[in-house]
């Protein structure tokens, strides 16, 4: 999955559990924590591979079911601990779902239920060597666009529209909570970024 079909994919679930235990759509942090903890994986393990060389492929120790379930549990901790459980569950969430985020296209692609991405290091993912984070990504995503393109509806295609026009839709009927979050962050980030 892409990054923005793994947040869709786990707002889907989310979203759908938040309304059902309280009756009102995600607040704006747990939407945000729920982005981030869906994201993660990918944002440890992809430059890990794809860019340092410390792992073989994009699917490394952040994407693994042993180190996933301890981190979970401490992020929730955590989070307990400063007060707002909420934020943290919705980080779990996020993080728990990008595993079958990733096993379900996976497996669809191939027939057969794969799950050597979530289980490093003793799971043996394909080793494809994709050079560098940015040859990586561009390899991937002209991958994708073409087989978007050739308007074929497989499985994966299927579950990948699902979950972008599913989740999309829900998050706009839940009126787009996090987002109102992103200039205050981009604000932060440029702050940091300025020279002293």
């Known amino acids: 999955m892409w990054p923005w079909e793994h947040v869709l994919f786990a707002y889907v679930f989310y979203s759908v559990s938040v309304h059902l235990g309280s009756r009102s759509p995600p607040t704006d942090r747990a939407a945000a924590a729920l982005a981030l903890g869906a994201l993660f994986p990918d ?26 379930a301890p981190v979970a549990v401490l992020v929730y901790a955590l989070a307990g ?16 779902l990008h595993l079958p985020g990733d096993v379900l296209p996976a497996s669809l692609s ?61 998050w706009l009927y839940d009126g787009l909570p996090g987002l109102w979050l992103l200039p205050a962050a981009f604000r932060a980030v440029a702050g940091r970024l300025r020279p002293a």
């Open 43 to 68: 944002l440890v393990d992809k430059p890990l591979a794809w860019q340092f060389g410390v792992v073989e492929t994009g699917w490394g120790p952040a994407h693994s079911v042993f180190v996933a």
């Open 81 to 96: 601990w400063r007060g707002d459980r909420r934020v943290g569950l919705a980080f779990c969430v996020g993080y728990l």
């Open 110 to 170: 191939r027939g057969f239920l794969y799950l050597p991405p979530v289980l490093w290091p003793v799971g043996d993912p394909a080793t494809t060597d994709h050079g560098s984070l940015l040859a990586g990504v561009y390899g991937l995503l002209t991958e994708y666009a073409v087989g978007l393109l050739a308007l074929e509806v497989t499985p994966v295609v299927a579950l990948q529209v699902g979950s972008v026009v599913a989740g999309g839709l829900l």
